[in-house]
């Protein structure tokens, strides 16, 4: 017997009647946390690439955000690159996927700067950060050339 606070069982609800050629699409870790993920790495000792992990790395400041200096960005004139110690939270687009100053080294430091970050991490991205920007400085018809809402745009600056 399970208490009234159980979750659903999935199961008893699934609707599981498949025709011949098609599929179903599962998400199994769709829910997970970001402290989720680097509980499940930790937990089952995987190896992970070192970007994740602090670095030396030559840096611009942008919006507030740190992009990692390359030749596929543009550099700003005001915009000076800097030797700094960073970590990357998600890995993407070098153009808007930014940095996080960072001393974590370790699985164990990742989860502890984790715990205490107030920024998520889709909070490093420029691209948000420029939609959202747009969107208040009343450049509305930008985002639309770009095939953003306002509903969108709301969306993305709370992640």
Sequence with gaps: MGSEKSKTELWN?????????????VFPISNWTEMDVWNYIHMEKIDMPVIYFTHKRLC???NGTLLAHSDF???RE?????????????IGDMTCTGA???????????IKEVSISRQTERGTRAD????????????????FKLGISQSQ??????W
């Design 128 to 143: 948000d950060k420029d939609l959202n920007l747009l969107w208040k400085t009343g450049r509305k018809k930008d985002t």
């Design 100 to 110: 996080v100053m960072s001393e974590a080294n370790s699985l164990e430091d990742i």
């Design 78 to 90: 005001s915009e000076k690159p800097e030797m700094l110690q960073v970590r990357f939270r998600t």
């Design 73 to 75: 960005l543009n550099i």
């Design 13 to 25: 609800i699934f609707n599981g009647k498949k025709n011949p050629g098609e599929h179903f699409r």
């Design 60 to 62: 611009i400041r942008r």
């Design 153 to 158: 745009v709301k969306i993305y600056s709370k």
